[in-house]
């Protein structure tokens, strides 16, 4: 198991693939209250290509979203709103969102030549990511001291979006120990969390550092293929414009996969999150949302 001893993991993990890194002289922010959301009977399918007109028939939900670390200078976002609007059809779950971005950050920590070599960024493209309970004592903070899993999308823009895709991952949180989690220290005790992709084959990869110089920014991934499996059964497309992100996500109700929750027919507790070019705990996330489908 990897140890990381630090109170600000006590909910970072649950919305980001990240290995979380000790931050100290950071303060968790509270999390914004609960909320419900309807998920609507769609008339017709909303084609994933991140133009929302075919969602007119649909009223957007204001849905908060503030950051987890207090005073985070690495957080673009801070306190701000995302336009949601959740509809089913065809035995489909389709999810818009939009929101705030001043650019469209889709470089993933390219390598920059630094005194006479290769160094990698710290930057990160953009994100968008949502969390549904999959089961347990589901709660929004991470250090609480109960047990359950979430199953995670996450939306890149400059690596899956290439591909129409948001990864499809499932994070498992333990108050036992867990082979491959990380064990959080917090006021409660100790919390492990296994964070893991579903199954499948990847669609990129790290880059390696060119051998000589090229050119002063190179590629930090590179796509590997479409991908398979269960890693890659949520279609996701953003486009920005005007100074927004337009996102359109898309799964089948039941995969059939054991590692993709179930969703449709009751209501299910969940989350989102967002990005601006930046990882780990720099980002804004919203409380828990309850999603209400129709019966």
């Not at 630090?6 to 909910?11: F, I, N, P």
């Not at 899956?160 to 994070?171: F, I, P, T, W």
Request: glycine share 12%; charged share 25%; proline share 5%.
């Amino acid at each position: 198991m990897k140890s990381n001893a630090t109170l600000l993991a006590m909910l970072l993990g649950g919305l980001s693939g990240a290995v979380w890194a000790e931050s100290p002289g950071l303060e968790v922010a509270p999390m914004l209250p609960p909320m419900e959301l309807k998920v609507e009977s769609l008339t017709a399918a909303p084609v994933i290509d991140g133009v929302l007109d075919d969602w007119a028939g649909v009223s957007p939900r204001a849905v908060g979203v503030s950051p987890v670390v207090e005073k985070d200078v690495q957080n673009r976002v801070g306190k701000a709103e995302v336009a949601l609007r959740v509809g089913v059809f065809g035995g489909r779950f389709y999810l818009a969102a939009r929101w705030a971005d001043d650019a469209a950050d889709v470089q993933f920590r390219p390598w920059r030549w630094r005194d006479g070599k290769y160094v990698r960024s710290e930057n990160r493209d953009d994100q968008f990511v949502v969390r549904f309970d999959m089961g347990g004592d589901y709660d929004s903070c991470m250090l609480a001291k109960t047990s359950y899993k979430v199953d995670v999308w996450r939306w890149s823009a400059g690596r899956s979006n290439a591909v129409g895709l948001a990864e499809d991952q499932s994070h498992v949180i333990s108050l036992d120990p867990l082979e491959d989690a990380s064990d959080f220290q917090g006021p409660k005790g100790t919390v492990y969390i296994l964070k893991r992709n579903d199954a499948g084959e990847a669609f990129y990869a790290n880059a390696k550092a060119p051998a000589a110089k090229a050119g002063e920014e190179e590629p930090g991934i590179v796509m590997s293929g479409s991908g398979s499996g269960s890693l890659v059964d949520v279609q996701a497309k953003g486009v920005w414009k005007d100074g927004y992100w337009n996102l359109e996500m898309s799964r089948a109700l039941n995969t059939g996969n054991a590692d993709d929750v179930v969703l449709g027919g009751k209501p299910i507790r969940g989350a989102v999150g967002v990005f601006n070019k930046a990882g780990n705990e720099h980002k804004s996330v919203s409380g828990t949302i309850n999603f209400v489908f129709p019966k």
